[in-house]
Nanobody
């Protein structure tokens, strides 16, 4: 069982930056693929980024490539999402998720555990 807790959301102007963190409980964090997803009001949840167990492989949604960076610190049981050059369309609740499979990529159904989410609001 893994419990995930996101933090770092808030209100920021367009062009600004935020760094989201997701702290995981348990001692097997390094055995999980980690992902970030987001859901805007009235829209379906969408994939943002994923990172492999060791951190050597990452994947991003096209709209965030070059602006967002996912990383992890297995010693701290934490995954991060650095978000730069934020746009109003990035406004959403951001969720981190953990998957036991070898690679979960953008497939939400492959993730086993989810956090409660943190709100990110980007004003124009």
């Amino acid at each position: 069982q893994v419990q995930l807790a996101e933090s770092g959301g808030g209100l920021v102007q367009a062009g600004g930056s935020l760094r989201l963190s997701c702290a995981a409980s348990g001692q097997t964090f390094s055995s999980y693929v980690m992902g970030w997803f987001r859901q805007a009001p009235g829209k379906e949840r969408e994939f943002v980024a994923a990172i492999s167990r060791g951190g050597g492989v990452t994947e991003y949604q096209d709209s965030v490539k070059g602006r967002f960076t996912i990383s992890r610190d297995n010693a701290k049981n934490t995954v991060y999402l650095q978000m730069n050059s934020l746009k109003p369309e990035d406004t959403a609740v951001y969720y981190c998720a953990a998957a036991r499979t070898a690679w979960a990529s953008s497939h939400g159904e492959r993730y086993d555990y989810w956090g409660q989410g943190t709100q990110v609001t980007v004003s124009s």
